[in-house]
């Protein structure tokens, strides 16, 4: 299939797939964080992650309409003002949701599965009633639309560079919390025994309502993010859930490394299939790869050894 | 016996037939267009559809929640100022129609159920409704069981007839090909690439598109990519695009994945003022989930445009906005969605009956001389003759005509040589 092109053309090519790819793991990452924290760390099954995406993506496209009525001069930054605010609406009401409902189920942890389903369904029905049932369209300031023009034949895209480093800060910022910080070893501690960590005198449960907390936040970013590569409406975040849980699941439940070990191969092995066949066809071919190897490693890339 | 006038005469009918008397003045001041000709009940329903003397009963089947609610609201809100605009006028056959309307909550099998509802309990005399072609297959069995009218809106794949649909939306042929046509005459365009959604409606119109481009206008198409529905990411094929550098990008992506692929086509440096696009499945609606600022310099090819300047548009758009707010935009499906009701008025009226049968029968040659894209009338084969056009998308959402068809193009379900 290479035969008709030049040299210049296949090499611009392969650096721009490179990006593509890059970009794929970033979005992967980013809307895979939130999980790892909440199902990974906690055990609670979150069907509604995609919600919590979504309201971010609300708070972002209502940021936006503010800017635009009020400050129009500082309208080039407002997007750093709606991912805060993304994350403090959708960590809110993630805090809201483990006190009414997740609080009560972590000793049921498959229930968690059909509970936070039913919320799913609840959050979309809210939200067309609030917002409407059409998708909205979230004004970006101009600086983030467009691409960067590297060579005459590469180009690439701002927003793709913009969630790539917007990926690596919340890694690594999560990564420094849950692993450094003394809170993140409450965390870990609440996770492997919650009688024994409630003993030695961490307050489980206000531990565990920030955690929850924490994660939705960070969905709500993501969120907030993706209102420059995709689509806000009430069930746009159907369409990020079953990616998010794939890349969770394969990584190990319960592994940050895991998870972005994961997201880099499945990302990368989609975006190279799908320069060589059609999309669906590369969908299909990542998702039996991923099913073949969960059946050799059941707990996934990276596993912690856990007490059973 | 006139000794004795009142005796056999019950004081409380007595009383009725006074009050009757009391009204008749009343009466004549309604207007007089409701009681002109409003035949006898029995005459026009034999069949026992939801009709009375003064009202007539139609079923509204669309999504109200569910993925599917962002695309059907459109519709159903057409649907509804229909009804009001033709109640307004008088009815139809001086009786007020009266909506029952049903939510299919974008699940089939619940389109199914819900048209069996209307059908059976509810007598419906005609069903304005569904969306998609997977909700209309689902209830298409259902129609026919139950000898039920089924109004359907959107422009779908063809391949389908039936006694009790009538097809207000384009078929595939009507839509594509003269398009096509246009673009390759104004572009000089030869080579395309084809990216859809993976489900039957794009699989067929490419199909249809193909055999079109390589037979008739003897092009080439470079490139067919499917990617599933709700799918998020199309760097990978844009950069196909990019290396294979088409005269024309052939789009039928739906949904979410839509806004995506805008998105990143322009974030990837396409710029579509340079680059030909034309699109199939981008309406008004679509765009404004999009952001004109993401597609504006794309075609793209349906039968109405919100913009279009005949005087039926002028006072359609106005009474749909002022009912619906001043935001809303209409796309291609809201129009033919708004056809639905004044069709099926039109053929009631030629038929001179609410009669499923008499209807089916009466539908071929109704036309409608009122509708907001112009001229339409009902084909033999149960779907619309219309013109084709192709409008270029602007900065405010909103498309500039560019072409249309000088002649209503015929509807061709089963196309010759396209399969």
């Known amino acids: 299939m290479f035969g008709d092109y030049s040299l210049g053309d296949l090499g611009s090519i392969f650096v721009m797939q490179g990006f593509a790819g890059l970009i794929l793991f970033s979005v992967y990452v980013l809307m895979a964080l939130g999980l790892a924290i909440i199902f990974g760390q906690m055990g609670v099954i979150n069907m509604a992650h995609g919600e919590f995406m979504i309201l971010g993506a609300y708070v972002t496209w209502m940021t936006s309409n503010l800017f635009q009525t009020y400050l129009p001069s500082l309208f080039s930054g407002y997007f750093f003002l709606a991912m805060i605010l993304a994350f403090v609406a959708s960590g809110a009401l993630g805090m809201l949701v483990e006190w009414v409902l997740i609080r009560h189920l972590y000793k049921r942890p498959l229930d968690t599965l059909l509970a936070t389903w039913g919320l799913s369904l609840i959050l979309q029905q809210a939200f067309r009633s609030v917002f409407g049932a059409r998708e909205v369209g979230v004004d970006l300031p101009q600086w983030m639309l467009g691409s960067l023009h590297v060579s005459d034949s590469i180009e690439v895209p701002i927003n793709g560079v913009f969630v790539m480093c917007l990926t690596v800060l919340i890694t690594v910022g999560v990564a420094y919390v849950m692993y450094k910080s003394r809170w993140g070893r409450q965390v870990r501690a609440v996770v492997q025994n919650r009688i024994m960590a409630g003993a030695v005198g961490i307050n489980t449960e206000k531990v565990d309502r920030y955690t929850y907390g924490l994660g939705c936040g960070i969905a709500g970013v993501a969120g907030s993010a993706f209102t420059m590569i995709g689509s806000t409406g009430p069930t746009s975040g159907q369409l990020y859930i079953v990616d998010t849980f794939l890349v969770v699941v394969f990584g190990g439940a319960a592994s940050l490394l895991g998870t972005i070990a994961s997201a880099f191969s499945i990302s990368q092995t989609q975006s190279t299939l799908e320069f060589f066949m059609s999309g669906s066809m590369a969908k299909v071919l990542t998702l039996l790869a991923v099913v073949g190897i969960l059946m050799l490693r059941p707990q996934g890339l990276f596993a912690l050894k856990v007490r059973k | ?419």
């Open chain 2, 1 to 419: 016996m006139s000794d004795e006038p009142n005796k056999g005469l019950l004081s409380p009918l007595r009383r009725k037939l006074l009050m009757g008397m009391a009204a008749l003045p009343a009466i004549t001041m309604l207007p007089k267009a409701s009681f002109a000709q409003a035949p006898a009940t029995s005459a026009v329903n034999t069949t026992g559809l939801a009709v009375t003397d003064t009202e007539v009963t139609v079923g509204i089947l669309h999504s109200a929640t569910g993925t599917m609610a962002i695309s059907e609201t459109g519709s159903i809100e057409a649907e509804k100022l229909a009804i009001e605009q033709i109640n307004a006028m008088g009815g139809v056959l001086g009786r007020k129609i009266k909506f029952i309307q049903e939510d299919g909550a974008s699940d089939w099998p619940t389109f199914a159920e819900k048209a069996k509802k209307l059908l059976v309990n509810d007598k419906v005399a005609a069903i304005m409704g569904c969306w998609t072609s997977a909700s209309r297959k689902a209830v298409l069995p259902v129609v026919e069981q139950y000898n039920g009218m089924l109004y359907y809106p959107t422009f779908y794949e063809g391949l389908e007839q039936s006694k009790n649909v009538i097809y207000t939306g384009q078929e595939a042929t009507q839509q594509i090909l003269a398009g096509l046509n246009w673009i390759a005459k104004e572009k000089g365009a030869k080579s395309f690439f084809f990216v859809g959604s993976d489900y039957i409606w794009p699989r067929t119109s490419n199909k249809i598109a193909r055999k079109h481009v390589e037979n008739v206008l003897k092009g080439k198409v470079v490139g067919e990519e499917y990617y599933p529905l709700g799918n998020t990411q199309f760097n990978s094929v844009i950069n196909k695009i990019k290396l294979t550098k088409p005269d024309v990008i052939f789009t039928d992506v739906v949904g979410g994945s839509n806004v995506a692929f805008y998105k990143q086509l322009k974030a990837a440096g396409i710029d579509l003022s340079k680059q030909a696009l034309l699109t199939i499945s981008v309406t008004e609606d679509e765009i404004d989930g999009i952001g004109g600022e993401n597609i504006a310099g794309a075609y793209a090819c349906m039968k109405y445009f919100q913009s279009l300047d005949n005087p039926n548009n002028k006072t359609f758009v106005p009474a749909f906005k002022k009912m619906w707010g001043e935001k809303t935009v209409i796309g291609d499906v809201t129009q033919a969605a708004y056809l639905g009701p004044w069709l099926w008025k039109l053929t009631v009226e030629k038929a001179g009956s609410f009669d499923v049968d008499k209807i089916a029968a009466a539908s071929p040659g109704v036309e409608f001389k009122g509708a907001p894209e112009g001229y339409v009338r009902i084909h033999e084969n149960h779907h619309l003759w219309s013109k084709t056009r192709v409008g270029r998308a602007k900065l405010d959402g909103q498309f500039e005509l560019i072409f249309e068809t000088a002649d209503l193009v015929e509807p061709d379900p089963f196309p010759k040589g396209y399969q």
